[in-house]
């Protein structure tokens, strides 16, 4: 498991991030910015990017003296292919025992109007086929970036865990479903994260749980206006100020000290351009996903075709250092630089402010019988909301698949209000130098007077 032991700290890292933070100590930029980075460290075992952890319903305890009134979960999909493609990759993916299903599996679909089941299956021709493109894309049966079996297996089992504390041990959630009036689901509309969605509620409320006619609505936003990640085709500032902040001094430095490994690796892969040039997001996927599956790391084959060179191959510990400068660079745009902020409430204040108005609307009683509400989306819906809670370095790494977020709304018997916030199945940790409330009970005030710095008056204002 080479992605569960980071004892060798990227110490070099470290050392030249504290240097660079240390030279470039103005008064305007050192408030938060050199602590974070300088502090920032590797060093966690537990962590592995193939499987997050999942709330434990045997070890969830309740907030005292108080009624639980409504909880929201924003997830990562679970395990998939890649969603970057090399030249002539010449490796398989297997996704046969993955049936696809557009609605919840089980949810009892209306028997009319329609003449029988389909199901989608993906075929990659030969190579050598005469009329195709195939050595541009894997071999074996697998969509670019679709959920594998082991993804939905990862969101089945955080269903079963969501159902054993809400339904089981609380009973705040009901057992059957009939109508869906105490579920709002919201996803992406991206193939694996629907697919996430639905096997995650397959195990909530399993199909004997489920009431013939009901059918789970799937909210969904065109791509153009998407709110669950940085909509850099909606608010091209986004792009303006991610490129101020890899610009900065303190991150070309990194990327310096880094070059070699990305000019080996790009060469590898056969790729160029600004996606792999100043960011490790392309580097990250085509390795970790095939890390998770144990795949063979790509090999540069045109070194051995053309007979110049012994072919080279992307190693181990050419993985396990992408991995560090991910969280390097994820913790680096999102968290620490000066502009971290202004580029938050971007990328992802209009879904804060959705949250948030959920949450009123549920406390102005205008949300009916709303208990659970679901959101299904990425690494990079996951991340930002994360950095806006200042999380600990450690709940700052890359998150991993099926990484799970929830909020929970509870009412004390006073009739004030805490939020409790669980990643991963532990109460979210905040990094020391930044805590500003108990997320295991954080007064709702409190919690919205933080969150309010995150959250646009006007997106499109903000983005012009
Ligand atoms: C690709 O894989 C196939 C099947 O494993 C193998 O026969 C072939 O030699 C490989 N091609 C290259 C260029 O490595
Ligand atoms: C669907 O089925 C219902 C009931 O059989 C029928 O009234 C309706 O016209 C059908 N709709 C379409 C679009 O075929
Ligand atoms: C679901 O609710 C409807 C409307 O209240 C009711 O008619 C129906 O019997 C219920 N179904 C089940 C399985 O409880």
């Known amino acids: 498991m080479g992605a569960r032991t980071f004892n060798s700290v990227a110490l070099a890292v470290v050392a030249f991030a504290a240097a660079a933070a240390a030279a470039n100590a103005s008064p305007a930029s050192s408030s938060s910015f050199g602590v974070g980075v300088s502090a920032y460290a590797f060093d966690d075992a537990a962590y592995s990017y ?25 997830v990562r999909h679970g395990d998939r292919t890649p969603v970057h493609l090399i030249p002539n990759d010449n490796t398989t993916w297997t996704c046969d025992g993955v049936a696809e299903n557009i609605y919840l599996n089980g949810a009892g679909q209306p028997e009319t109007n329609t003449t029988g089941a389909f199901r989608q299956l993906i075929e990659i021709p030969s190579w050598s086929g005469k009329y195709g493109y195939a050595n541009q894309v894997w071999r074996g049966t ?25 339904v089981d041990k609380l009973g705040f959630l009901p057992a059957q479903l009939n109508g869906t009036d105490e579920l709002y689901v919201r996803t ?43 909509n850099t085709g909606a608010c091209g500032k986004i792009k303006t100020l991610a490129s101020k902040i890899t610009d900065s001094e303190q991150f070309q430095v990194f990327l310096k000290d880094q070059g070699p490994l990305m000019a080996k690796l790009s060469g590898i ?46 190693t181990a510990e050419d993985s396990a250092q992408v991995l560090r400068n991910s969280h390097y660079e994820y913790v680096f745009k999102f968290r620490d630089h000066p502009l ?67 909020f929970e709304l509870w009412k004390k018997s006073d009739g004030s209000r805490v939020v409790r916030v669980i990643y991963n199945g532990q109460v979210l940790k905040l990094q020391p130098e930044f805590e500003w409330c108990d997320l295991n009970a954080c007064p709702l005030d409190t919690f919205y007077k933080h969150l309010d710095e995150y959250i646009p008056d006007n997106i499109a204002t903000e983005c012009a």
């Open 50 to 74: 193939c499987d997050a952890d999942h709330p434990d319903d045997q070890a969830y305890k309740v907030v005292p003296d108080a009624k639980l009134e409504l909880v929201q979960m924003v």
């Open 142 to 166: 697998c969509d670019v970036g679709q959920l594998t079996d082991k993804g939905k297996s990862q969101h089945r089992m955080l269903g079963s865990k969501i159902r054993g504390i809400y």
């Open 188 to 230: 992406t509309n991206v193939w694996r994260t629907k697919n996430s969605a639905e096997s995650l509620l397959g195990a909530l409320w399993p199909k004997r749980d489920i009431a013939p006619q009901t059918a789970i609505p799937f909210h969904t936003y065109p791509r153009e206006i998407e709110t669950m990640y940085g």
């Open 269 to 314: 892969f056969g790729v160029s351009g600004s996606d792999w040039d100043n960011t490790w997001d392309g580097y990250i996927d085509i390795l970790q996903a095939r890390h998770c599956h144990d795949i063979a790391l790509p090999c540069n084959d045109r070194a051995s075709i053309s007979g110049k060179a012994t072919p080279k191959c992307a």
């Open 340 to 406: 971290s902020h202004s580029y938050l409430r971007l990328v992802i204040g209009s879904l804060l402010g959705t949250l948030k108005d959920q949450v009123q609307e549920h406390i102005a009683g205008k949300t009916g019988n709303l208990k659970f509400a679901l959101y299904s989306g990425h690494d990079s819906t996951v991340a930002p909301l994360l950095a806006v809670l200042q999380a600990s370095n450690r709940n700052m790494l890359w998150p991993p698949y099926a990484s799970n977020l929830l």
